[in-house]
């Protein structure tokens, strides 16, 4: 079957070796990302949440759709992953309705998570949890679009006791649902990796790297990963930046947080020269 260029392309990037997707949060940093020669990026809703004033998971569903338009609009060439959350609905029916309007937008993949965004019950039930991602895997395949489903069971985040172990059961549940790329965000060590590269029985799994634990891109390919994204890490990475350095002026009336800053070089020209090269 044929798919669009970019699916194609993302599909193919599953297949060998292991890639980074960096996650921007605007158009700039996107074309920021394409510009160091990243092959594919993914979106971040925490990343994009702080834009707007708002915690992650508190972003409305049309607002969030279109913020990934944005994004697959911004890099044309490369093909854009979808952090689309828990598919913005509990029932089966409503995260495949969701989920086509995802797709609508032209991403190449999109995630659907298993957290239900309340403390008291944070994971869906096990049962609830896999019929989501048939729901969703069904929902893809209707739209004849190739799109790579990724399931992602947030066990680590979450808080549950034993994660990993919850993780490996929902993982080999969701890649016998149908799901193309399988994730569990939180593990930080080679051995958590090739628990979960295990589980997905031969399925491509992406990494969350959101912090410096001692794995470098070699090390988690070496564990089995194909794919590894950064969450909102870079979006964080800047905020720590900016609120440093406004605590400075508002506390001491210091501007020692701009210390580091340099003049806007490198990016005035870049998006100059990169505004005229997509005109």
Same mark, same amino acid.
């Given at each position: 079957?044929?798919?669009? $260029? ?5 599909? @193919? ?21 394409? !510009? ?17 004033? %708002? ?15 944005? #994004? ?12 689309? +959350? ?13 989920? @086509? ?10 995630? &659907? ?6 403390? +008291?019950? =944070? ?14 895997? /069904? ?8 799109? *790579? ?7 680590? *985040?979450?808080?549950? $006791?034993?994660?990993? @172990?919850?993780?490996? %059961? ?7 649902? !149908?799901?193309?790329? #399988?994730?569990? =965000?939180?593990? /930080? ?12 029985? !031969? ?16 090390? &988690? ?9 950064? !969450? ?48």
């Amino acid at each position: 079957m044929s798919y669009s $260029p970019r699916v194609e392309t993302f599909r @193919k990037l599953h297949e060998a070796g292991c890639f980074v997707m960096p996650n921007p949060w605007d158009f700039g940093s996107a074309r920021w990302l394409r !510009g160091q020669g990243f092959k594919a990026l993914a979106s971040t809703s925490a990343g994009f949440a702080f834009t707007q004033g %708002r915690a992650d998971q508190d972003v409305p569903r049309d607002a969030m759709l279109a913020h990934i338009a944005e #994004l697959v609009k911004a890099v044309p060439d490369l093909p854009v992953n979808a952090d689309f +959350e828990n598919g913005y609905a509990d029932t089966p029916d409503g995260v495949a309705a969701n989920v @086509k309007l995802c797709v609508a937008t032209g991403v190449a993949g999109l995630s &659907i998570e298993d957290a239900t965004g309340r403390a +008291e019950d =944070p994971l869906y039930p096990f049962e609830l949890a896999v019929e989501r991602i048939r729901a969703a895997r /069904k929902a893809v395949d209707e739209t004849g679009s190739g799109v *790579l489903l990724t399931a992602r069971a947030e066990c680590f *985040l979450t808080g549950h $006791p034993e994660p990993l @172990k919850e993780a490996v %059961r929902r993982i080999e549940a969701y890649a016998a649902a !149908g799901a193309d790329v #399988l994730y569990a =965000p939180g593990p /930080k060590t080679a051995e958590e990796i090739r628990a979960i590269v295990a589980a997905a029985g !031969g399925r491509p799994v992406n990494v969350l790297v959101y912090g410096d634990y001692g794995l470098g891109v070699a090390d &988690i390919a070496a564990a089995g990963a194909r794919r590894i994204s950064i !969450g909102g890490a870079l979006a964080r990475a800047a905020w720590a930046a900016f609120i440093e350095a406004t605590r400075l002026i508002a506390e001491e009336g210091s501007f020692r947080g701009f210390a580091g800053n340099g003049p806007s070089a490198p990016l005035n020209p870049f998006f100059r020269d990169d505004l005229k090269a997509r005109s």
